[in-house]
């Protein structure tokens, strides 16, 4: 068994996986897949990008909007404290 590689669902000849074989007509046989693994890996490929779509659309990361308030906050607090009191005109 040095030139098959078992899996879950049968075997795989990795020595000539591409190679044609008389027994099916002499045309070229494809690999076998376990087709949950691969909806599997569909799904969350597919997810994945939507993910990144909505972030683009929607996101900011919650340490760059923490940062962007503080400094709006920084910048209000030192322009309020130069700000004239009624009474205090030149």
């Known amino acids: ?16 996986r591409n190679s044609s074989d008389r027994r099916f007509g002499g045309g070229l046989m494809g690999d076998i897949v376990n ?3 691969v909806r ?3 799904r969350r490929q597919r997810d994945d990008d939507a993910a ?5 659309r929607y996101g900011v ?3 760059e909007r923490s940062l962007s308030q503080a400094q709006e906050d920084q910048k209000r607090r030192k322009l309020d404290q ?4 009624s009474g205090e005109a030149k």
């Open 52 to 56: 990144a779509a909505q972030r683009l």
């Open 35 to 37: 087709l949950r693994t």
């Open 40 to 42: 599997k890996r569909a």
């Open 82 to 85: 130069h700000r004239l009191q």
């Open 1 to 16: 068994m040095d030139a098959l590689n078992s899996h879950a669902i049968g075997a795989i000849n990795g020595k000539d």
């Open 61 to 63: 990361a919650k340490a």
